[in-house]
C-alpha cells in the first residue's frame, strides 16, 4: 500500500471548515483514500473513501487532486466534537487483505471554541 | 449502520493471569476480523487476521502463542493475552469486514487492558 503523509497537528476553530491534508505521491491507479478519525480511546471511525472523484458524504468531502497525489478532507463546520486523531489510508478496495489497514501517524486536530 | 461489539471495554489483571476479549459482529456475518494494538500516544498496529474457520495469520513479531485468537463462528473472534505481563498492557481494537456487496470494515470500540 502506498504510504502517505499528513501533519502531526492542526487546529480550527468551531464553526469553521477543517482541512486536513494528505500527501500520497507513490498511490497506484487501483488504490482508494480512505479517511478514519480516532476520537480519544475508541476505536476507529469510517468518514469517507474515494478514487478519482470527488466523494461529499453527511460527515465530510473528500477533495483529490487530478494527479492522485494528494487529497484534502474537509469537514464544514467543524464542532468541538471533531477534535480526534485523523488518517488518511491508501489501499485497494477489497481483495483478500482487504481490512489489513497500516495506520501512520494521522493529524491530531483540535477544534477549539 | 453495522455495529461491532467490542467486550470488555477495560480490564485490570494481575500478572500471569490470562484475559480474553471478545469481538461480535452484531448484524452481519464476519469471515474476516482483525486485531490491532496501540499504545500510547502511538498509532494503531495491526496484530493478526483472524479467519473464520481457520487458524488466525500474525503480523511479524507479534507471539501467536501469546496472543491466542479463536474465530469459531462467522459473528465472533477472541483474543486471549496469556500470561499477561505489564508490558502487554495496551489499547486493543478489533475490526470486522463486512464482504460484498456492500463491503466495509467496521471497528470495535476498543479494550484498555492494564496488567498489575
Known amino acids: 500500500d502506498a504510504k502517505t503523509t499528513q501533519p502531526t497537528s492542526m487546529d480550527c476553530a468551531e464553526g469553521r471548515a477543517a482541512n486536513l491534508p494528505c500527501n500520497h505521491s507513490t498511490i497506484s491507479g487501483n488504490e482508494y483514500v480512505y479517511w478514519y478519525r480516532q476520537i480519544h480511546s475508541q476505536g476507529p471511525q469510517y468518514i469517507i473513501h474515494g478514487l478519482k472523484n470527488n466523494e461529499t458524504n453527511e460527515m465530510a468531502s473528500l477533495i483529490i487532486t487530478e494527479d492522485r497525489k494528494s487529497s484534502t478532507l474537509i469537514l464544514p463546520h467543524a464542532t468541538l466534537r471533531d477534535t480526534a486523531v485523523y488518517y488518511c489510508i491508501v489501499r485497494r478496495a477489497g481483495g483478500t487483505s482487504y481490512g489489513k489497514l497500516t495506520f501512520g501517524q494521522g493529524t491530531i486536530l483540535t477544534v477549539h471554541p | 449502520g453495522a455495529v461491532v461489539s467490542q467486550h470488555p471495554s477495560w480490564v485490570i489483571c494481575k500478572s500471569g493471569t490470562s484475559v480474553k476479549i471478545e469481538c461480535r459482529s452484531l448484524?452481519?456475518?464476519?469471515?474476516?476480523m482483525f486485531w490491532y494494538r496501540q499504545f500510547p500516544k502511538q498509532s494503531l498496529m495491526l496484530m493478526a487476521t483472524?479467519?473464520?474457520?481457520?487458524?488466525?495469520?500474525?503480523e511479524q513479531g507479534v507471539e501467536k502463542d501469546k496472543f491466542l485468537i479463536n474465530h469459531a463462528s462467522l459473528t465472533l473472534s477472541t483474543l486471549t493475552v496469556t500470561s499477561a505481563h505489564p508490558e502487554d498492557s495496551s489499547f486493543y481494537i478489533c475490526?470486522?469486514?463486512?464482504?460484498?456487496?456492500?463491503?466495509?470494515?467496521?471497528f470495535g470500540s476498543g479494550t484498555q487492558l492494564s496488567v498489575l
Open positions: 483472524s479467519n473464520e474457520g481457520s487458524k488466525a495469520t500474525y
Open positions: 475490526s470486522a469486514r463486512r464482504g460484498f456487496p456492500n463491503e466495509k470494515l467496521f
Open positions: 448484524d452481519f456475518q464476519a469471515t474476516t
